[in-house]
């Protein structure tokens, strides 16, 4: 995976897991008023 994309793989591993945290917060105020 670094060969094509030129990243630090902390960092990549850091940002992915950042945007799921984020995306899962998105996901838990969405589903508030459905329930």
Known sequence: ???SV???P????F???VSGTV???LAVFLAI???
Do not use: K, R, Y
């Open 10 to 13: 902390v960092i990549m591993f």
């Open 1 to 3: 995976m670094q060969g």
């Open 23 to 25: 995306a899962g917060l």
């Open 33 to 35: 008023p459905v329930t």
């Open 15 to 17: 940002s992915l897991f």
């Open 6 to 8: 030129n990243i630090n």
